[in-house]
């Protein structure tokens, strides 16, 4: 779809992926987002700088491509090493241009109500359109449980089913019973980092579960110091009473990675003054 649209814009959205530093995670996240941006012909730049390179350095670099009329989407991939500030690296790049939605104007103007002025954070992006999906009508007066609380995932995606007119409530690890929370809503979003956290019998009968959580644990059964992802939720338990639900992996990470071309996308068509493609 997304190709389609591309196509039909008749625009090269161009995007720059810049990675300080050689954390092995973020190469494999950096590596997927440059393959995607280039399957769907995108002109796709990306910047590896090494783990020492200065704040300075790493400002100047943003400029530079802030200024550059091909490149339509940054991504300064996170976590920056401990000595560069990433609020400052973050607040650095045109708003227009933050195809990660972490700049406070894209932020703000989500938590304003004007998501079609901003740019929204990938993931709970495409969390959104994976639960209007899975609902499939009008999400307004459905009771939404988000667990978790963070400035990339728990928060945006409490603020865009708001927006949505759901009653919201943002749980985290100071609230009580959330068992009970979880069981009274429709729709739950599960963001928190623990494996296997939220349980079959937490799930409302018939709710649609999102699981954000990508968390890797020993797996011993595929041999000796193996490892597998899993998610937040306890899948075959919680797909027994849900009515849809997010398998860990496949399900929001690739969500993500389609988001983030898309916001490209729609910068580069903002940036040629048309209408981007909804
Ligand atoms: P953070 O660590 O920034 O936030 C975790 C949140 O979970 C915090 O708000 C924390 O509460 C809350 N929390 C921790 N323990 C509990 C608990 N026992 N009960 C209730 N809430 C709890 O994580 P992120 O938001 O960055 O990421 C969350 C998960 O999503 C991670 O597994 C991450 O890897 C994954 N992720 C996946 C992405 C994808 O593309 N699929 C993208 C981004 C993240 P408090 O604020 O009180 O500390």
Redesign the pocket.
Known sequence: MIKQAVVASGLKPGLAVVLVGEDPASQV?VGAKGRKAEELGFHSVQHTLSAATSEADVLALVRALNADPAIHGILVQLPLPGHINAAAVLETIDPAKDVDGFHPINVGRLAIGEPERALIS??PA?CLLLIKRAVGRPLAGLDALV????????KPMAQLLLQESCTVTI?????RD?AALARRADILV?????PE?VRGDWVKEGAVVID????RIPAPERGAGKTRLV??VAYTEASLRASAITP?PG???P???AMLMANTLTAACRAAGIQPPH
């Open positions: 996240y990938c993931t495409g667990i978790g609380r963070s400035n990339i995932v728990g749980a985290h690890s100071k609230s959330l599960a963001a928190v980092g623990r956290m954000v959580g990508m968390n998610g937040d860990v399900g929001v990470g969500m993500t990675i």
